[in-house]
């Protein structure tokens, strides 16, 4: 279950400085405000950031943007923010998914991740599952030539779902598992989000695939 509503996270996020505000502003010109020209990588519903943070610390050659929607939980990853060592290749959105076009420019972001999403399991909520074919075009209008998504989930069925529905939309499955802990090739250099502990530690299998339109 999401957090939400804690007291003060509004104001901790709007104040925060690794917290973007107004995004649309930077639009077209992600890496003019890293000052690099590194390749921009997302992870959409970052939640307390241990991922994303991670793999900032492991590549300082890419830009990183974890985008959380609710104050709540970004406030969380905050928290873990060093302010004498913070990297400096790592920033934070509040906002929703479904506003990607107006904040990055086309072909302006490398990768996608979404790990652990909302599996919304009634049907008549599938178009608001990370992995449908209306957000599969909004990441098609961002992702730069080459570019992939990248999706971890313990939900079977919103996996096998997934399978369906990113063929569907006119994009190629590159290579997926049903239990990701025990394919080598894909498991290497794997860094596993808080969910993936919690799950992997109750016996359930990691599902993985990697998509590009």
């Excluded at 917290?19 to 921009?40: D, L, R, T, V």
């Excluded at 996996?159 to 994009?171: H, K, Q």
């Excluded at 499955?173 to 799950?199: P, Q």
Aim: hydrophobic share 40%.
């Amino acid at each position: 279950m999401r957090l939400r509503n804690i007291k003060g996270a509004d104001e901790a996020v709007l104040k925060s400085p690794w917290c973007i505000q107004s995004p649309e502003a930077q639009k077209g010109s992600w890496q003019a405000y890293f000052g690099n020209q590194h390749p921009i990588h997302l992870e959409i519903g970052m939640g307390k950031g241990q991922f994303i943070m991670a793999l900032a610390a492991r590549h300082p050659e890419l830009n990183y943007i974890g985008i959380e929607r609710y104050t709540s939980v970004l406030l969380r990853a905050l928290q873990k923010m060093d302010p004498i060592d913070a990297p400096a290749n790592l920033r934070f959105l509040c906002t929703d998914a479904k506003s990607l076009a107006d904040i990055f420019g086309s072909g302006e972001v490398e990768r996608i991740y979404l790990n652990f999403s909302d599996p919304w399991p009634k049907d008549r909520h599938a178009k608001r599952r990370l992995t449908s074919g209306a957000f599969l075009e909004r990441y098609r209008q961002i992702l730069a030539p080459g570019g992939q998504l990248e999706f971890k989930t313990d939900n079977k069925k919103l996996f096998e779902f997934s399978l369906e529905e990113i063929p569907a939309a006119g994009w190629h499955v590159v290579v997926h598992t049903f239990d990701l802990h025990r394919d080598a090739a894909l498991n290497a250099g794997n860094i596993m989000t808080e969910y993936e502990e919690k799950f992997s530690a109750m016996g359930n299998p990691i599902c993985k695939l990697i998509a590009c339109p």
